[in-house]
């Protein structure tokens, strides 16, 4: 286990109690009741990649913390398989060895969602999980699900909201199986879907009626007859009667301005605050809506104490999806002019930026950093004319407490346009900070974007120091030159328990030229575990370095622990640096463009890189290579003869892709090592596809492993 996981989970030990404690103040477990708070469940939504925890700095802003759900919620999720290694003494153990084998297997299904279906390039699906430590298959009495909208208008033979079950790639019969399919309504849902603590009830903002927005508040029941092309209509009741209909049932709130006329929205997703059963949603005319007593109480929506409230009455604009922060009490949420703002939840008291975005606008919610009080959010334009003279991509970061007008401190993500034109750029979405970011109880860590919105897609590294950030580092170049298609946005996973060279992830794709899927859709993932200091490695351990201004891929080619300090990282693919007593060899410059495959009689010059059919191979030295391929050499830092040549083992080529028309929008992750295959991917497609285990062409809701894409 990695020291960091180590110090962690040591001081998980020390606050589990607490956990626990913010779990029965939350009212969600009875006195005395001895269950741990992950075998209630665990909801995955699009607001757990917004509102995030790093290290709490002591145990009483633990207690603190420890009242919100989705503290414990990211513990256990981010931190809780690190800690399952074979040992008699785990009771789920014995199961791991199977899991790891089940998650490499691809684990991939593809459902059919109807032709054209597209819920929205930022918006992700929700899943659920009844526990961390087992994958519940369709044969459980409650099995584990995941909920997709589907873009499109329901009617009798087209759904507007699925969710499937026996999602497991192990569990038997056919992966996976609709679990329910719903028409709500006639109603269109362009926004991410919310699921209760419980399970048992799924919200989400969908257009209705003449192009009205409605909060919906969904009870469903389980079905062995119903598919995407036969939904059915779930019983529609006033909010009034809602809390004691019979599922399938739904009611549907319209949201409405302060002159009680309803508006449309569908550009914001619900926040929900699990303490307070309180929603936030925004709307296409600046109006911010409180409701409250969604899923425990009387849905409402609330028109006194200064809400609904519109945030900039003299240049309105549709607000993307709002944050609600309850260690401050104030709720985050961009507009599509360019201005973020905090609104107090109590009063509605609001607090403008300065513009932070001048070209697509704060399409994307920002991220909320509850523990160290840091909100960062997403420009596609910064206005300058710092980037090689025309405008920036930029993140922002700015105290929960930001006075009006403020415009923050800011780091750049490569060009916002082109030189001699201006078009609009592409959307800056979210970046995804990794694992050493949550470890750390300063806010320690490093930002990946995928930037340069105006000038082809690219994978940016941010490093971030207490909360402050510092100049990017481009990572790699995701299509031609060129190109300029959208991205979706970045998440970040570490799980190691899927392989030594896999341990932490990056996520997330293009719509078009991809480089690693043939200039196509392309959805990838890519290495982003860090180095740390007097840290385990194994050997054929990788993690992304910074080499100077550049970036590039050490493997442990002996394993170890690392130094104190970071080494002095040698140059050139197949050199080798010794850190304590790992020895690292660099598989040089990162790139997602695949490598070439091994030719014969070639000439090849010192330290050129080939992609043997698993692994990197670097020349030692150049020469001249044979007449027919080698036994290549499948041990991490192992050498084969090849006439003239003497080859590097390197490890794996750090990215993956898969091809997917028209790319994805978010990615959700359960993060779950099962003996039935769990450590999964969801997503869904932004274009058609064939979708292979539902049959026929259409956006797709899928699903593969974090191990592998292909």
Not at 436 to 455: D, H, I, L, P, R
Not at 642 to 659: A, E, F, K, L, S
Request: aromatic share 10%.
């Amino acid at each position: 286990m990695n020291r960091t996981a180590t110090r962690f989970v040591s001081f998980g030990a020390g606050v589990l109690a607490l956990v626990i404690l913010g779990w029965i103040l939350t009212g969600n477990a009875k006195p005395g009741e001895e269950e741990m708070p992950y075998h209630t469940g665990v909801p995955t939504d699009w607001s757990h990649s917004h509102l995030i925890f790093s290290r709490p700095r002591s145990d009483d802003q633990a207690r603190e913390l420890g009242r919100d759900p989705r503290y414990w919620q990211q513990l256990y999720r981010r931190e809780l398989q690190r800690t399952l290694r074979a040992d008699p003494g785990n009771d789920i153990s014995g199961q791991l060895d199977e899991a790891v084998q089940h998650a490499r297997s691809g684990g991939l299904w593809s459902e059919n969602l109807g032709a054209n279906a597209a819920p929205g390039s930022g918006n992700y699906p929700a899943n659920y999980s009844f526990s961390l430590s087992t994958a519940n298959c369709g044969s459980a009495t409650t099995p584990d699900f995941v909920v997709y909208s589907t873009g499109l208008t329901g009617s009798a033979t087209q759904a507007s909201v699925v969710a499937y079950q026996n999602i497991y790639s192990g569990c038997s019969g056919t992966v996976p199986t609709v679990y329910w399919a719903y028409d709500t309504s006639n109603g269109l849902i362009l926004t991410s879907p919310v699921i209760s603590l419980d399970g048992t009830q799924v919200a989400f903002v969908q257009t209705s009626g003449a192009r009205l927005g409605a909060l919906i508040l969904l009870k469903w029941k389980a079905s062995t007859t119903e598919t995407v092309s036969r939904p059915v209509q779930p019983e529609l009741v006033t909010a009034a009667n809602y809390r004691a209909c019979t599922a399938p049932c739904m009611t549907r709130i319209f949201l409405r301005d302060g002159s009680n006329v309803a508006f449309n929205n569908t550009t914001s997703s619900m926040f929900y605050d699990y303490a307070g059963d309180v929603g936030w949603v925004g709307g296409q005319t600046g109006w911010l809506v409180k409701l409250t007593g969604l899923f425990n109480g009387n849905p409402t929506e609330v028109t006194t104490g200064g809400f609904p409230k519109r945030l900039n009455p003299g240049n309105p604009n549709p607000l993307a999806s709002p944050v609600y922060d309850p260690a401050s009490g104030s709720v985050f949420v961009g507009d599509l002019g360019g201005f973020f703002y905090r609104v107090a939840s109590s009063n509605g008291a609001v607090t403008r930026s300065a513009q932070l975005d001048f070209g697509t606008g704060l399409v994307e919610s920002p991220i909320v950093d509850q523990t160290r009080g840091l909100v960062y959010a997403f420009a596609s334009s910064d206005g300058s004319t710092a980037c090689n003279g025309v405008a920036c991509a930029a993140v922002y970061v700015l105290p929960t407490n930001f006075a009006a007008a403020s415009s923050g401190i800011k780091t750049t993500a490569g060009q916002s346009v082109k030189f001699g034109t201006l078009p609009n750029p592409n959307p800056l979405y979210l970046g995804g900070l990794d694992n050493a970011y949550f470890n750390s109880a300063g806010g320690t860590g490093n930002m990946y974007v995928c930037g340069n919105t105006g000038s082809g897609p690219t994978l940016y590294r941010i490093p971030v120091t207490a909360g402050s950030l510092g100049p990017s580092v481009a990572v790699a170049a995701l299509t031609p030159a060129g190109q300029n298609p959208p991205c979706s946005p970045v998440t970040d996973f570490p799980n190691p328990n899927i392989g030594v060279s896999k341990a932490e992830l990056l996520f997330f794709s293009v719509q078009n030229q991809g480089r690693p899927c043939a200039n196509q859709g392309c959805l990838m993932n890519f290495v982003s575990l860090p180095w740390t200091a007097n840290t385990t490695f194994a050997q054929g351990q990788q993690i992304l370095v910074l080499h100077g201004t550049n970036t590039a891929i050490e493997t442990a080619t002996t394993s170890g622990t690392s130094g104190g300090t970071q080494p002095g990282w040698s140059t050139g693919a197949g050199s080798t640096t010794a850190d304590g007593t790992v020895i690292w060899t660099n598989q040089g410059p990162t790139s997602v463009t695949p490598l070439p495959h091994w030719a014969g009689n070639h000439t090849y010059a010192a330290r050129a890189r080939i992609n043997d059919g698993t692994n990197i191979q670097v020349t030692a030295a150049g020469g001249v290579s044979g007449g027919a391929a080698p036994a290549w050499n499948t041990t991490i830092g192992g050498t084969t003869t090849d006439n003239g040549v003497t080859w590097i083992n390197v490890g794996p080529w750090p990215n993956v892709g898969r091809t997917v028309t028209g790319g994805t929008g978010g990615i959700n992750i359960d993060n779950i090592v099962t003996s039935v295959g769990g450590s999964q991917v969801y997503f869904f497609t932004l274009g058609n596809n064939a979708c292979t285990t539902s049959g026929g062409t259409g956006g797709c809701a899928m699903q593969v492993s974090q191990s592998s894409l292909n």
